[in-house]
């Protein structure tokens, strides 16, 4: 089943597959959060609690936090594949990632014309 998105007025679809093997679990060990910027000190603040930081303009941080799920198995795989969080299964790369694995072969692709407009019909009707 494919996989599509909207962000503002644009349309992407998910392409690519995810492969362990190669990323090394990366999105099963790590969050990222986007945040409002609240005080000039911010990035201070949470890179002196270990928390990488990228800021996105004035107003916003982005945060990178290790953050292993406890059902990785010790062979690196999902213990609860078939059960797992509804995150674990959109999880992919998109527009709006700011840290990621350089070797993860997911990723949002913008998409135009009559197959974003197929694609935003699906969405509706789900």
């Known amino acids: 089943m494919m996989k599509y ?3 503002g007025d644009k349309v992407y679809k998910l392409v690519g597959k995810c492969e362990p093997e ?4 990366w999105c099963c ?16 603040y949470f890179e002196a609690r270990g928390i990488k930081v990228r800021e996105l303009g004035d107003r916003e941080l982005a945060l990178l936090i290790t953050a292993p799920c406890q059902h990785i198995t010790k062979d690196g795989k999902c213990g609860i594949y078939n ?21 993860c072969n997911i990723m949002w692709k913008e ?16």
């Open 5 to 7: 998105r909207q962000i």
């Open 22 to 25: 190669k990323c090394g679990t």
């Open 29 to 44: 060990h790590h969050i990222v959060l986007k945040i409002p910027k609240v005080n000039p000190n911010d990035v201070e």
């Open 83 to 103: 059960e797992r969080f509804e995150n674990c299964v959109i999880y992919a790369k998109r527009k709006t990632d700011w840290f990621s694995s350089p070797e």
């Open 111 to 126: 998409i135009h014309g009559r197959e974003a407009q197929i694609a935003l019909k699906r969405m509706r009707d789900r």
